[in-house]
């Protein structure tokens, strides 16, 4: 069975800190990444995603990927109150084309004013 | 652009009842995937339509079922619902050139189903 961890949460930072949220996955043949960010009552909105070793800027926030240790992470950096919302590690894995996600179960981020 | 579209976005069903539920990709997207979010098991992937072909399934009962039409427009049914399939579900699409490549899936606002 195909499985994606994260810390559940929550996670709790203070306005403008710094949020880290970690994912590890058991597929070695995986060979994309993405970040969904799910706000309570909606549906995931991607926010990046990764497919090469090392680390991916887009604005607040970066990617990290390291496939040797089967692990990929999301920085926010200046975390602002409205980054409050539960973040989706999904992983796809060489399945002959197939567009499968393995989603882990999220981490419930807030970030406190 | 339009996003992903579904309806209806909620729904109320009896126990043995049937349901389907729709998806309009996002214009010029070929690849629609369905998942079932419940809070116990999170994110599940149900199956991938590309090319009115159904790509790949996801570990569900029989009683879950889909198509895809010419215009990449998807649908999903449920037959003799219980109460266990009380969920959201998501329709995502995607780009996707080609049968062998893959691309970033987008996911609509989801059909909030509730089985009584």
């Known amino acids: 069975q195909k499985e994606v961890e994260q810390n559940s949460g929550p996670l709790s930072v203070p306005e403008g800190a710094i949020a880290s949220l970690n994912c590890t996955y058991s597929?070695?043949?995986?060979?994309?990444f993405f970040w969904y960010r799910q706000y309570s009552g909606k549906s995931p909105e991607l926010i990046m995603f990764i497919y090469s070793n090392g680390d991916k800027e887009d604005g607040r926030f970066t990617a990290q990927l390291n496939k040797a240790s089967q692990y990929v992470s999301l920085l926010i950096r200046d975390s602002q109150p409205s980054d409050s919302a539960t973040y989706l590690c999904?992983?796809?894995?060489?399945?002959?084309?197939?567009?499968?996600?393995?989603f882990g179960k999220g981490t419930k981020l807030t970030v406190n004013p | 652009k339009a996003g992903v579209t579904q309806t209806p976005r909620y729904l109320i069903k009896t126990r043995g009842q049937q349901v389907t539920l729709s998806c309009s990709p996002i214009s010029g997207h070929r690849s629609v995937s369905w998942y079932q979010q419940t809070p116990g098991q999170g994110l599940q992937f149900l199956f991938e339509y590309f090319s009115e072909t159904q790509r790949n399934k996801g570990n569900f009962p029989g009683r879950f079922s889909g198509r895809q039409f010419s215009n990449s427009r998807s649908e999903m049914n449920v037959s003799t619902l219980e109460l266990g399939d009380s969920a959201l579900y998501l329709c995502?699409?995607?780009?996707?050139?080609?049968?062998?490549?893959?691309?970033?899936?987008?996911f609509g606002p989801g059909t909030r189903l509730t089985v009584l």
């Open positions: 597929d070695r043949g995986s060979q994309s």
């Open positions: 995502a699409s995607s780009l996707r050139r080609s049968s062998v490549s893959t691309d970033t899936q987008y």
């Open positions: 999904a992983v796809r894995g060489d399945q002959g084309g197939s567009e499968k996600l393995v």
